[in-house]
């Protein structure tokens, strides 16, 4: 990891974490997915309803086409900018700071700053209520600034929440994924090598079978 992302881990575990209080509620207990479907439909969402206020600086448009993203989604994501262009949101961070008070945070370590990242993505999203004066807030983090975004207080049956889950699960394997694009490349590679050590292992657990036989051999001949 090069500095410049080491420093934003720092400034979200010191600005983020440390200006948060512990979550009310445990976080879910869900695994999030891996696979690029869920990935690509996590990016869908993030780069429509998402980067309306926040910024993914450490990755390009051209990162996503790893994932699958068709170049036409890609074409209507990006308008006129480059491929290599970063991902970032459609307000300013002057006015965000007006509406909301704060600045949203940039998205693209964010999992890397939180314990369970992913599942506390997932539990933030799904985690607005509406309190007995009528205001919304959030289980996992009292006194947030972000609206509801994919509308959980607003789901009228199972059938609409389950939908919300769904969505909710795909942004935080989008975000997994954006705080460490290479993570499943690395496994890959790990796993290769693996088989590779086990059967240079067992080559050369044959071949010193068979050389000391034919010592034992020239030994006995040798009495």
């Not at 309803?49 to 926040?54: L, S, T, Y």
């Not at 996503?64 to 994501?77: A, I, R």
């Not at 009228?156 to 705080?179: K, M, P, R, T, Y």
């Amino acid at each position: 990891m090069n500095g410049g992302r080491a420093c934003l881990i720092m400034v979200l575990l010191l600005a983020v974490i440390g200006g948060a209080n512990a979550s009310a509620l445990p976080l879910a207990d869900v695994s999030i997915a891996t696979n690029a479907e869920a990935i690509r439909r996590g990016a869908d969402t993030v780069v429509t309803v998402c980067m309306n206020c926040h910024n993914l600086n450490y990755v390009k448009f051209r990162d996503l086409l790893d994932v699958g993203v068709s170049h036409d989604s890609l074409d209507l994501w990006k308008g006129d900018k480059d491929l290599n262009a970063p991902l970032i949101g459609s307000t300013p961070a002057d006015m965000a700071l007006e509406i909301f008070g704060v600045i949203p945070p940039d998205l693209s370590l964010i999992t890397a700053a939180r314990a369970h990242g992913g599942r506390y993505v997932y539990s933030l999203l799904v985690g607005f209520y509406v309190d007995g004066s009528g205001n919304t807030d959030n289980h996992v983090f009292p006194g947030i600034k972000m609206p509801d975004v994919l509308g959980y207080t607003f789901a009228s049956d199972n059938n609409e929440h389950q939908a919300i889950e769904q969505s909710a699960g795909d942004v935080a394997a989008f975000l997994v994924w954006a705080a460490d694009p290479n993570a499943g490349l690395r496994k890959k590679i790990g796993i290769a090598v693996i088989i590779y050590l086990i059967i240079l292992t067992t080559l050369l657990s044959f071949w010193k079978r068979r050389i000391w036989k034919g010592v034992s051999k020239r030994s006995s001949h040798g009495t």
